[in-house]
């Protein structure tokens, strides 16, 4: 029994961390979360965000509804539970990016307080930028791109936030950008001074 | 009505792509999945393998239990059902990785070759790979690092892959290593001879 076998062969656990790929990346695992009505333009920042930090050759990616309800979250529907599922699977997800060292940002109403909150509990203190991305409820309902507010008001859709759907506003957000104040650039401009400032990129 | 109102403002989408991130990674996103049954190595070659890629200057993560059963995966049991959006889900994931340009890699049991080839198909062709971490049965039991097969022998486990459930072999894995012949180092070689050759990394 003092042989050593070959099947008892000390495999060993790699040791690379967190820290190591944000070395690796020169940057730091964040999770940035755009809130914010339909039409109040997160998925645009969240994407005018990425170019500029690809700029600077920074890596992100946005996890936004073209990328996460065809797949990830396919089979979840609208229901307040499959709402609560779908915000919670993408925390857990944006954490598994942030922890690789990438920039993961989250473009997605969110319009639980509730949810938000618990997703920033999954993430080191200080890596979680919660961003509301703010405009008056008639602006978003003016731009309307996919016409989802006329059919809301019509009552074709159901629980539509901001019309037959509450939306509770950030209290704590660490940015508030109102687009009808500011345009694209200069809303991206805010994050990428953040993210600066916070010695983060 | 022409008068153009700030909220009317042109929010564009940023176009960065997934080949971008490559080149600025300076590598490729690829789907790695390491499958096999229960101490097999899997997540130690895909840890090794982590190691080497981060030497030389490579961004991957590793799926495996530790990361995924206790948070995205944390409402699904061990029930067929549960076990098949378990896979599910980490080939989802494993997908917006691999959009990153990210090089992840899933080390499961995996046991069921539908599952695979369902994860299969969410890659690009030459993006996905297979790799089948081959040990005899009665190796996997020798290690037995955690006393499963113990307690699964003596019924303690129901449902045990290689026991009491089943463990269908891939047939077109682009890798077999077996981990009874090749020790860690030379395992995990074989998996950075195989990426360097397709010109992955």
Redesign the interface.
Known sequence: MTEKK????T??????TKK??ER??GQKGVVIWYTGLSAS?K?????????KL?EL?R?S???DGD?IRH??NK?LGFSPEDRE?NIR?IG??S???A????IAMTAFISPYRSDRDQART?VPEGRFIEIYVK?PLS?AE??DPKGLYKKARAGEIKEFTGISAPYEEPLKAELVID???L??EESRDVVIDFLTARNLI
């Not at 070959?6 to 062969?9: E, G, H, K, S």
């Open positions: 070959a099947t008892n062969i495999w060993h656990e790699g040791a690379i190591d790929r690796l990346l333009g998925s645009t920042l969240a994407h005018a965000v990425e170019e690809f050759g890596v990616y946005v996890l990328n797949g990830l089979n599922e699977r857990e997800v954490v598994l990016f922890d690789t060292g990438v999954l405009v602006v003016e731009r687009t009808s104040e345009n694209v």
